[in-house]
Structure formats: C-alpha cells, structure tokens
T-cell receptor
C-alpha cells in the first residue's frame, strides 16, 4: 500500500541549531503534504499545508520563519526547524493524500525532536 | 482551531470486552476518519466514513456517523491487549485540511 516515509525518526540537537525533517511519499505523488506537531498525550496540531512548487500555507500562530517548509518535488516535503529551542521539542508528523486512492491520508512514522 | 472532541479521554477495559469511543465535531464534513496511534509512533488509518453513510464495518471495527448530531462512534469488539493505543477521529476541514480530535487513550488489560 501507499507509504509515507519520514526521516529522521529521532533527532537530538543543541539550542540554536537547525534541524531538517524529510517526508517522502514512496509510491504515489503528493501535490499536497501536511505537517503536524504533537505534544505528549495530546492530539495532532496542524502546522502547515505544504504545496508542491509554491509556498506553504501556515496555520494561525505558527511561525513560518521558525518552521521552514519546502515542497520541491511531488514526493518530498521538508520541514526545517530553525534556531531550535527546547520548547520546540516535540513529535512532528507529516502526511500526504493519495488522490488516486480516494484521498486517503497516509502518515509518516513521525520524528521526535529533542532540543537540549 | 481544532475540532473534533473524543470522549472518553481515557478508557480501560478487560480483554474480550467491547470498547466504544465517541467523537463530536463542529462544522460540516465530507468524511470522517478514525486513526490509531501506538505510543510514540505515527498514525495508522483505520476506517473512513463518508457524510452520506451511516455505518461502516471493518473486521472488529464498527463506525457510525450521525451528521444531524455531528457525531461519530468507533466500536471495537472483542478487544485484545494489542488494541491498546490512542484513537483519533479526524474530519475534513476547509481547504482540504484534516483536523484531528483530542483522542481517546484505550488500555486493554490482558
């Protein structure tokens, strides 16, 4: 079945550094991907919609300069957490719709970011 | 803002019992989906029910949708310890986005 691959699954970084997380649709093309953030024991909060070939659409309250999104191809979207701080530590999950499968949303395994 | 409120927030049952989780939402939808998440992992799609459907089955899962009440329920029959996870409902919001509810944490005791 359709698979969305997310990498890295875990990353630890120092404050002030930038971290890039990749989201790939492995067997389908995704013009739109979504990035979510999840706090412990909480639900998923939509951060932004990543659009292939154009700027991402950010949800209210999400800093676009802090969370840079690039959707350079139909199978790859990246989220870069810039100048990371401990409060950015979280679980980040991407998803992509497979329009040929009725629009079902497939999720990556998530990336756990820890900022020291 | 997030829509979709699940209740209960947490549910603990014995293996073999049925587990029922409810979800309410606020706006009109095209479809509603239920997902499962094991601790620290990504989400797995369980079932999608469209706005013109009232009930859907998949194995031990039964989902109902009441658009007049803006609510849905997920029933897991004959639960197993392996069903222990968090369960989320998600609705298609405006602009092709999917909005998640707060989730129900299910614990099935062996």
């Amino acid at each position: 079945g359709a698979v969305v691959s997310q990498h890295p699954s875990r990353v630890i970084c120092k404050s002030g550094t930038s971290v890039k997380i990749e989201c790939r649709s492995l067997d389908f093309q995704a013009t739109t991907m979504f990035w979510y953030r999840q706090f412990p024991k909480k639900s998923l909060m939509l951060m932004a919609t990543s659009n292939e070939g154009s700027k991402a659409t950010y949800e209210q309250g999400v800093e676009k300069d802090k969370f840079l999104i690039n959707h350079a191809s139909l199978t790859l979207s990246t989220l870069t957490v810039t100048s990371a701080h401990p409060e950015d530590s979280s679980f980040y999950i991407c998803s992509a719709r497979d329009l040929e499968r009725g629009g079902e949303l497939f999720f990556g395994e998530g990336s756990r970011l820890t900022v020291l | 803002s997030q829509q979709g409120e699940e209740d209960p927030q947490a549910l603990s049952i014995q293996e073999g019992e049925n587990a029922t989780m409810n979800c309410s939402y606020k706006t009109s939808i095209n479809n509603l989906q239920w997902y499962r998440q094991n601790s620290g992992r990504g989400l797995v799609h369980l079932i999608l029910i469209r706005s013109n459907e009232r009930e859907k089955h998949s194995g031990r899962l039964r989902v109902t949708l009441d658009t007049s009440k803006k609510s849905s329920s997920l029933l897991i029959t004959a639960s197993r310890a392996a069903d222990t996870a968090s369960y989320f409902c998600a609705t298609d919001g405006g602009g092709f986005k999917t909005i998640f509810g707060a989730g129900t944490r299910l614990f099935v005791k062996a």
